[in-house]
């Protein structure tokens, strides 16, 4: 079922709080899809999801070169996607918001030098919750 990004139910986003590991889908340079799990956050005031990484993996490099992107997560019957344009975030206070919403939701990530973040601007919206 199709959601309004900009008035998920609060159902929704609770579910989208709890700890539970979503699935990430960029597009390589050829056109295939890649697809790894991975720890997000979803901002519900600016509609962004923020994905933490390092700069040479492989979902910084597509994300570099822009598109589009999906993250889901699935809980038994509950599952939401969520997807739009994604960007690759190297400036220091954005990656350090992504961290902090990481450390927030899972744990605090180990240090890196090369640490980078994507970010998805959430158009569409997918679920049940």
């Known amino acids: 079922m199709a959601h309004d990004p900009n008035n998920l139910s609060d159902e929704m986003l609770a579910f989208l709080r709890e700890r539970h590991l979503g699935n990430l889908t960029t597009m390589r340079a050829d056109g295939s899809l ?3 799990a991975v720890g997000f956050m979803y ?4 509609h962004i999801v923020r994905v933490i990484t390092w700069a040479t993996s492989q979902k910084a490099r597509n994300a570099a070169r822009g598109g ?3 993250v889901g997560q699935v809980d038994g019957g509950r599952w939401l996607s969520m997807e739009g344009p994604v960007r690759l975030v190297s400036d220091p206070e954005r990656t350090a918001l992504a961290v902090s919403a990481y450390a927030a939701r899972y744990r605090e990530p ?4 090369d640490r980078v973040a994507l970010e998805i601007s959430v158009e569409h919206v997918l679920g049940r919750s």
């Open 34 to 36: 890649h697809m790894c």
């Open 43 to 46: 901002d519900p005031d600016d």
């Open 68 to 70: 589009r992107a999906a």
């Open 110 to 113: 180990k240090q890196r030098l």
